[in-house]
């Protein structure tokens, strides 16, 4: 992987995350040269899968869902299998006194608790209509939706352990809490996905499959197609740009393009220098968008002992440390594993000391028995440690930054496109969206050749 | 300024605005060699003297209050002289409707208006009064308070012209709208510097004095005394560091050192890559810290004819594009002048189109009459599009990053540390922080060493 740059491309793509695969393979396609410049040593970004016990699981993104058609088609063009994630048997709630079982969608609340849950869903479906997921700028009453965050809509929420679901929700959503978002800005993101409980289940939702070997063999395969078009191990820090050229540096040294598409999460775009700088309101923008925080933990045992007991291995949980765990056994069952997902400040303040899982595995034989505290073995991702993530699953918007710069984070700045989850229309956050965007980026830059 | 970097130092500083100059003059007298790289082709950072018409004006920092001991102590020992803002004669208020005339501190409300606000106010300090500057995640109340954002605050002025006020105050002194800051930053923030009231007025407040010949003087004739220490033209980009020693890589080359202090707004300094990556939590912090916009707009006068109306020249506008508008004329009247902030929103969708002053003319016309509408030259600074400042006065910090990530600012990484005004204890944004916080980090490194 070493080979020389070339010295000139038509498209220079940063990452080889999903969205600058979707740039690379789109351009190309339309007869466009194209190097593609990825700072790790692996392509798929924040998907990522690595041996964990006897079978290769996901540390990044690793669900596809209803409606992600670009995801679906691209994985059955690749041979990628996909099978369902296990719902089989009855969830967990831990409200953070006690542990109760139950089924179906909204955990066993209280019946004025589930009507107040209930009621804030179709409220919340309610406002979402009326917000363009396009252009959310342009939607009703956008300034004093942006002036709000998502706390100010929760307080309505009365019930201690309603507003603690909603808030785990958002923790495994967006890595980040209800005060940290524009409320413009969910809606606009809940409407590109359909809604938040699209969103947050299973079956019909956007967690309704997984893929046979891991996620990354999708972009693995996708990546091989590309061919040494893939410049792995080689970091963009500085684009120079002219009218009609720019020459893109880095670890690996500079190629000169016709047109670039930078296809990082906003915050890590930011960082790479333009000369001359962008403009004062992409700045602005650019810099009230902050990446949400999760560690992921998969724990692989010799059994999944909670399938036994007819649990799902689904739990919520508003005591912590794990908001959310999921059954994550390989679809073979050859290694069976439960997921459990630290969110926003628990994620946050999670250091690297080795013992970090401890409370985890106390957390997981609380729910499941003493069994699941003799994991094979146990693999952590935290992502906000990562540096070419610097957080995860994704960017959120800040209040009032959508609304008062006037701008959005796929406005180009002359020959810089922008591409990524976080600048899509369609599934804004999801592998889908970086899909959609990285086909968008594409047609303004062919547009543009 | 072209010599050649030295290869090694005991201290380098990144940035060579009155926090890095402060921290390299602490570091030279406790015997340390240092080196400061500052990007820019001058030294200052967000203070900028140039020269107006007839006189050198400024178009950044350019107040000294009561209260700023070290600044104070800096101006007279460099012989630099301060004089007082014009205060004299009456004020405008503009409410977006009418513009009325008036005196003393508070603009001519109605008797409610006027009672609410007080109210307001000295709510703000009773709050203020219970959260600590050096920690403000320690205060009691501390979570909630920074889930919350001052718009949250502010809904509970119902006076359409209490909440223009107080709007406007923020975006003088912020560059930035309620809804973007936590309450808890902003009630440290007030803390810091004293009170709102303090932070607003002229006489008895932090826009009392200004300097003699621009307050860039100051750091002009301070950095005359580092000598070529000090080296201009020098972005730095990448810092290298391991257990006692960093490399610091730029525009001009690398220097070895045993500590770095890194003196520039924290979104510029997440800018800057560190190898190995810094920790999450700082991260996380950083990507939470926004800068407010402001374009300060200078329009030089034959004459301060306003001055001859018996008006003070302040303006505070609830209609805009300018929110607040200041005499400034040279100390000695051989260059009359006024001066219009354009805040927040109205500063972010500024562009560089070459009228654009157009609109303040027609607005200082509107309070000062025709003459207004002939200026001898106009000087501007968009500070958000200032590649190494990327806004003005001063970053905010979005909800829950200061609660949630459990760092601060100022905590060093390894043998990296931090300056700058955004991590002072004392008066946080001002000049006189970024002294403060300069003296701070030089302990830190000089301990160290």
Redesign the interface.
């Known amino acids: 992987m070493l080979a020389p740059l070339p010295d000139r491309v038509d498209v220079v793509v940063v990452g080889a995350g999903f969205a600058g695969l979707a740039t690379a393979a789109a351009c190309r396609a339309a007869g466009a040269s194209v190097a593609v410049l990825e700072a790790r040593d692996r392509v798929g970004g924040r998907v990522w899968s690595r041996d964990v016990g006897a079978a290769r699981l996901d540390l990044g993104g690793q669900w596809i869902g209803p409606g992600q058609h670009r995801l679906e088609a691209l994985t059955r063009r690749l041979g990628v299998a996909t099978f369902p994630t296990y719902a089989t048997g009855a969830k967990l709630l831990d409200d953070g006194r006690r542990t109760r079982r139950y089924k179906g969608t909204i955990p066993s609340l209280g019946p004025l608790e589930l009507i107040e849950t209930h009621l804030a869903l179709r409220r919340l479906d309610r406002m979402m209509a009326k917000v363009s997921a396009r252009d959310p700028a342009s939607s009703p009453d956008a300034a004093a939706l ?4 998502v ?2 809509y929760a307080r309505r929420l009365r019930s201690r352990r309603a507003r603690g679901l909603f808030d785990v929700a958002l923790g495994a959503i967006f890595g980040a ?4 978002m524009s409320l413009l800005w969910f809606l606009a993101y809940l409407r590109a996905g359909g809604g938040l409980m699209a969103l947050s289940e299973i079956e019909g939702g956007a967690q309704e499959r997984r893929f046979v070997g891991g996620a990354q063999g999708v972009a693995d395969r996708w990546a091989a197609e590309l061919g040494d078009a893939i410049v792995l191990g080689a ?1 963009v ?2 684009v120079v740009w002219r009218d009609g050229e720019v020459v893109v540096h880095g670890e690996r040294g500079a190629i000169a393009a016709r047109r670039v598409v930078i296809a990082v999460p906003p ?1 890590l775009a ?2 790479i ?1 333009l000369d ?2 962008g ?3 992409r ?2 923008l650019v ?5 949400g ?1 999760i560690v992921k933990v998969i724990v692989a045992y010799e059994r999944p002992f909670w399938r036994e007991r007819e649990l799902s291995g689904e739990v919520v949980s508003l005591g912590g440390p794990a908001s959310v765990v999921f059954d994550n056994c390989s679809h073979d069952l050859r290694q069976p594993a439960l997921l459990a997902f630290v969110q ?2 628990a ?4 250091t690297a000391a080795p013992d970090d899982a401890g409370p985890v595995l106390d957390q997981l034989a609380r729910y499941f028995g003493d069994e699941a505290r003799r994991p094979v073995t146990i693999a952590t991702a ?1 992502w ?2 990562e ?1 070419w993530s ?2 995860c699953p994704v960017a959120v918007m ?3 930054a959508l609304t ?3 701008t959005t984070l796929r406005e180009p700045v002359g020959p810089i496109h922008f591409a990524g989850t976080e600048t899509a229309v369609e599934w804004t956050g999801y592998i889908e969206g970086a899909l959609e965007s990285g086909e968008r980026a594409a047609r303004e830059v062919i547009r543009a050749l």
Chains 1, 2 share one sequence.
Request: net charge positive.
């Open positions: 942006d002036a709000m965050t706390a100010d809490e209800a005060a940290e970091p820090r500085r915050p930011a960082r220098e001359p700088a403009p004062a309101r700045d602005q810099q009230r968008a902050a990446m925080a926003a400040e994620a946050r303040r999670w935290d906000a440690a540096p610097r957080g800040a209040p009032r008062s710069t006037g």
